[in-house]
């Protein structure tokens, strides 16, 4: 599985933006798609995942402000009211049916006015 994530960029606080990742070979076996977002020092950390079946999981401090979707092998994240802590490197994750899991290249997302 490869995946290819777009999106990121400089956002002021307060707004929006749109990540979106597409994975490619075995699609057939993930399970889970979604982010995870790591700051310098930091341990990578969960923002959100949604599974085939529709589950979804978001990390505590991007709930009610971030919005995951997903269309088989295509998942986007949708983040409003963006806040200068969740400036990261944004990671496009997906793991497979039978535990492995798949990591994409990092995208920055900076939040600065």
């Known amino acids: 599985v490869q995946l290819q994530a777009f999106g990121g960029g400089l956002v002021q606080p307060g707004g929006s933006l749109r990540l979106s990742c597409a994975a490619s070979?075995?699609?057939?076996?993930?399970?889970?798609m979604g982010w995870y977002r790591q700051v310098p020092g930091k341990q990578r950390e969960l923002v959100a995942t949604?599974?085939?079946?529709?589950s979804t999981l978001y990390g505590d401090s991007v709930k009610g402000r971030f919005t995951i979707s997903r269309d088989n092998a295509k998942v986007a994240l949708q983040m409003n009211s963006l806040k200068p802590e969740d400036t990261a490197v944004y990671y496009c994750?997906?793991?497979?049916?039978?535990?492995?899991?798949?990591w994409g290249k990092g995208t920055l997302v900076t939040v600065s006015s």
């Open positions: 070979g075995s699609i057939q076996s993930i399970k889970t």
């Open positions: 949604r599974t085939t079946g529709g």
């Open positions: 994750y997906a793991m497979r049916y039978d535990g492995l899991d798949y």
